[in-house]
């Protein structure tokens, strides 16, 4: 089973704060996305990354593949009160390449304080 | 697009009860996923179906459970006799073949059995 540990598990800061939320395995991804899920919702998927050492922004989010591709991290830039939601990363194992068998994370929840 | 429907969105039940739970994937799409999310052990993958034929069921949890997807348009997950550890959120999702393999998930199933 390939396990991929969040840290930290809570995170709550004030607005304009930045954060970083880390996601670590042991395991080797063929890609590795970021979701967001709000109370009574489902995931929403916001990033995949697939290149070792790939880095997108999405605004003021940041996600970074490690190059040896174990691991994540996703860096928020001046926090908003909507960015308040538990965010999950979900590997894809290889030697998958296709989604069909994501593993989640453990999720951080972050709350962002106005 | 209505995007992924689920039925019902909360429900207790007694143990011992049989209880089924419903989901209409996207139009188009042909890949189909049952998961659940708790506390304890976070989202995990059930079972999921490939053009309506289930591909791999190794999550599901024992014989308790069981899924079908008759068609393109609709699948459900049941479980009998439930008991009361399977409270969780049950999460239908589905994604379409080279589309960026994006998953999409529902609001979720909340269930309480007591």
């Known amino acids: 089973t390939q396990l991929l540990e969040q840290s930290p598990q809570f995170l709550s800061i004030q607005e304009g704060e930045n954060l970083t939320v880390y996601c670590n395995s042991s395991?080797?991804?063929?890609?590795l996305q970021w979701y967001r899920q709000e109370p009574g919702e489902g995931p929403v998927l916001l990033v995949t990354v697939v290149t070792g050492g790939e880095v997108k922004k999405l605004k003021r989010l940041t996600f970074q593949f490690g190059d040896a591709r174990k691991d994540s991290s996703l860096h928020i830039t001046a926090a908003q009160p909507g960015d308040t939601g538990l965010y999950l990363c979900a590997g894809n194992p290889l030697p998958n390449f296709g989604n069909e068998k994501l593993t989640f994370g453990t999720g951080t929840r972050l709350t962002i304080i106005p | 697009d209505a995007g992924v429907i689920q039925s019902p969105r909360h429900e207790v039940t007694e143990m011992g009860q049989e209880v089924t739970l419903r989901c209409k994937p996207i139009?188009?799409?042909?890949?189909l996923f049952w998961y659940r999310q708790t506390m304890m052990r976070g989202l995990e993958l059930l079972i999921y179906?490939?053009?309506?034929?289930?591909?791999?069921d190794s999550g599901m949890p024992e014989d308790r459970f069981s899924a079908k997807m008759p068609n393109a348009s609709f699948s459900t997950l049941k479980i009998q006799p439930s008991e009361p550890r399977d409270s969780a959120v049950y999460f239908c999702?589905?994604?379409?073949?080279?589309?960026?393999?994006?998953?999409?998930f529902g609001e979720g199933s909340w269930l309480t059995v007591v």
């Open positions: 139009s188009g799409h042909d890949y």
């Open positions: 999702a589905s994604s379409c073949t080279g589309a960026g393999n994006t998953i999409y």
């Open positions: 395991s080797v991804f063929s890609s």
């Open positions: 179906f490939n053009n309506n034929v289930p591909i791999d």
